[in-house]
């Protein structure tokens, strides 16, 4: 079966850490690049960062120095470890790919960051 499951959020105080995993199954995932998105409620889905199959990595300004992407692809997870949070980063967070020219999401983990 062809999916994506994400895991790992939880609720955390503000300035508390949170490690995201996403395991990929029926793809092949050492060649992949594979991303994050997060969704707050009443906004839209944005870009958190990606990873290519060869390791390197992009991430959007908001999260620049306190998120970090890795990948373990025996495991076929991506890891997004999440340092430093705030109130804005509170949402449901996605990891996708690209499987056959469309794209796969997962069904998304809920990160809630308390003030």
């Known amino acids: 079966q062809v999916q994506l499951v994400e895991s790992g959020g939880d609720l955390v105080q503000g300035g508390g850490s949170l490690n995201l995993s996403c395991t990929a199954s029926?793809?092949?995932?050492?060649?992949?690049?594979m991303a994050w998105y997060r969704q707050a409620p009443g906004k839209q889905r944005e870009f958190v960062g990606l990873?290519?199959?060869?390791?390197?990595?992009n991430y959007a300004d908001s999260v620049k120095g306190r998120f970090t992407i890795s990948r373990d692809n025996p495991a076929k997870t991506m890891f997004l470890q999440m340092n430093n949070l705030g109130p804005e980063d509170s949402g449901v967070y996605y990891c996708?790919?690209?499987?056959?020219?469309?794209?796969?999401w997962g069904q998304g983990t809920q990160v809630t960051v308390s003030s």
């Open positions: 990873i290519t199959s060869g390791g390197t990595v």
């Open positions: 996708k790919t690209d499987w056959r020219s469309k794209d796969l």
């Open positions: 029926g793809i092949l995932f050492q060649y992949a690049a």
